[in-house]
């Protein structure tokens, strides 16, 4: 059925993406071009249906030690990315995966979408640098030469604007609802309430000016550079629906976090860019 499914999409598809155009994947994911870089965003982080999709057609493997949080700190209770220890449906993103699972994901993605004639050889889904990341959020440009160097450069200014507690509706953070339910211990956004306790599905805040959900909150966002630039940690960026203080929520503040490391508030988003090196 998945196959089909696919197969009837390319066949609806058959012209690759173009620069700067909205466009819509086999998966149904949306892009939207992000000013000053190469890259369609998507705006969604991936989701559960997305990641699905993918172990279905792979037999991936990528439940194994993962990190949840069910009120007593961070431990390995058990839980996957089918089931964090918290209710999903499709459209919640993806969780508990790692910046292999990430990696993993893409390539699967940029290969199906070749195959199929709806990538130009010189197109590939990716991860978002620190740098296009930054564009996402509509930052200044930043001093530094490395993720590093660049970490918590801004103070004060988030993704929703220089407001804190955020407005209504800014995204899904560590909130009243967190605290009203297994996550008493949690460090709240006193006041704020998005009504959920864990994640949100995809897309259900305000999308920022390039039509893009969920740059604050929800879950962390693996990119692909390395936290030094050079070897080690990666990067994660955006905070999540856990236990944070507000400078984690910052635009600038980077997350460095070894690869191979799955917890309940981790996933990420792709982005569609033309292979580097490519004419």
């Known amino acids: 059925m998945l196959t089909m499914l696919l197969c009837g999409i390319a066949s609806a598809r058959s012209a690759p993406p173009e620069s ?8 149904g994911m949306k892009f939207a071009q992000v000013e000053g870089t190469k890259a369609l965003f998507s705006i969604w982080e991936t989701r559960v249906q997305d990641f699905e999709a993918f172990v279905q057609a792979t037999h991936y493997e990528a439940t194994k030690s993962m990190l949840s949080d069910r009120g007593d700190g961070w431990k390995q209770e058990g839980d996957n990315w089918k089931s964090p220890g918290f209710k999903q449906t499709p459209a ?15 390539a699967w993605l940029t290969k199906q979408e070749r195959d199929s004639g709806q990538l130009a050889a010189n197109q590939e ?7 296009e990341w930054s564009a996402a959020v509509a930052l200044p440009r930043e001093s530094g030469a490395t993720p590093r160097e660049r ?53 259900s805040f305000l999308p ?23 070897t080690g940690n990666r990067v994660l960026r955006g905070g999540s629906y856990a236990r944070l203080g507000p400078h984690y929520l910052e635009s600038t503040f980077r997350l ?24």
């Not at 919640?92 to 893409?106: I, R």
């Not at 889904?125 to 740098?131: I, K, N």
């Not at 920022?208 to 050079?230: I, Q, S």
Request: aromatic share 14%; net charge negative; proline share 8%.
């Open 20 to 27: 700067g155009k909205p466009w819509e994947n086999s998966l």
């Open 92 to 106: 919640h993103p993806v969780c508990g995966v790692n910046w292999d699972d990430a990696k993993a994901f893409c």
């Open 125 to 131: 889904y990716r991860l978002p640098t620190d740098d």
């Open 151 to 203: 970490n918590g450069k801004n103070f004060d200014l988030y993704p929703w604007g220089k407001e804190f507690p955020p407005p209504k509706g800014a995204g899904n953070f560590a909130d009243e609802a967190a605290r009203r339910g297994r996550h008493a211990d949690y460090r709240i956004v006193t006041g704020y309430e998005d009504g959920f306790e864990d994640t949100a599905p995809a897309g």
């Open 208 to 230: 920022n000016k390039f039509g893009l959900y969920d740059l604050a909150g929800n879950v962390w966002e693996w990119c692909e550079d390395f936290f030094d630039g050079k």
């Open 256 to 279: 460095d976090v070894t690869p191979t490391r799955r917890r309940a508030d981790m996933g990420f988003r792709c982005v569609l860019a033309p292979v580097t090196g490519a004419p």
